[in-house]
T-cell receptor, first 115, second 117 residues
Framework: DAKTTQPTSMDCAEGRAANLPCNHS???????VYWYRQIHSQGPQYIIH???NNETNEMASLIITEDRKSSTLILPHATLRDTAVYYC????????????????FGAGTQVVVTP | EAGVAQSPRYKIIEKRQSVAFWCNPI?????LYWYQQILGQGPKLLIQ????????DSQLPKDRFSAERLKGVDSTLKIQPAKLEDSAVYLC???????????????FGPGTRLTVT
């Protein structure tokens, strides 16, 4: 069963911020939120991850609500190259007999950035 | 730094034939993953290796799929015999493993697109 819920698709204008929502209402206390994206005909690419604090790197920002039941990935200035499927994944850290660090992908959100 | 290499990039076979895919992970990465991605869906993990040992193959259809990672570096995934429903992109990924500072980040190869006719 999917642990996250994302919209199927969304459009964004080039140069504007893209805000991608993700619901993970059943997240456990030790599970992190990960975001990956997959550009057409390429393998998925890691973007960012976080536990409960907001995180920012050179690609994006991750905002996690205080109750950790939802999060938002922010692409501050979307470009045409950001057109991709974006996956929100929750996962326990490290290697345990239950998870062994594996990623469970859902269908993701197809983001189309238009000129 | 070289990325994850996969070959071939494309393969077309008839059903009941055999096929093999090859993956060379990033140097020093202890963990290697094979995923299957059917059109319109997210990738699904088939098998995970830690060095040369299997740690998760619960989603691997073992009657027709096999994988090995000899010497803990390169890996091959084989399908024998192929079925129409095996048409998909097969992705290989690697990560540093439990001891690395970025141990949770997986790096993916470009994938092999398999078409079974």
């Amino acid at each position: 069963d999917a642990k996250t819920t994302q919209p199927t698709s969304m459009d964004c204008a080039e140069g504007r911020a893209a805000n991608l929502p993700c619901n993970h209402s059943t997240i456990s206390g030790n599970e992190y939120v990960y975001w990956y994206r997959q550009i057409h005909s390429q393998g998925p690419q890691y973007i960012i991850h976080g536990l409960k604090n907001n995180e920012t790197n050179e690609m994006a920002s991750l905002i996690i609500t205080e109750d950790r039941k939802s999060s938002t990935l922010i692409l501050p200035h979307a470009t045409l190259r950001d057109t991709a499927v974006y996956y929100c994944i929750v996962r326990a850290p490290g290697m345990t007999t239950d998870s062994w660090g594996k990623l469970q992908f859902g269908a993701g959100t197809q983001v189309v950035v238009t000129p | 730094e070289a990325g994850v290499a996969q070959s071939p990039r494309y393969k077309i076979i008839e059903k009941r034939q055999s096929v093999a895919f090859w993956c060379n992970p990033i140097s020093g990465h202890a963990t290697l993953y094979w995923y299957q991605q059917i059109l319109g869906q997210g990738p699904k993990l088939l098998i995970q290796f830690q060095n040369n040992g299997v740690v998760d193959d619960s989603q691997l259809p073992k009657d027709r799929f096999s994988a090995e990672r000899l010497k803990g570096v390169d890996s091959t995934l084989k399908i024998q015999p192929a079925k129409l429903e095996d048409s998909a992109v097969y992705l290989c990924a690697s990560s540093l493993g439990p001891e690395g500072p970025l141990r949770y980040e997986q790096y993916f190869g470009p994938g092999t697109r398999l078409t079974v006719t």
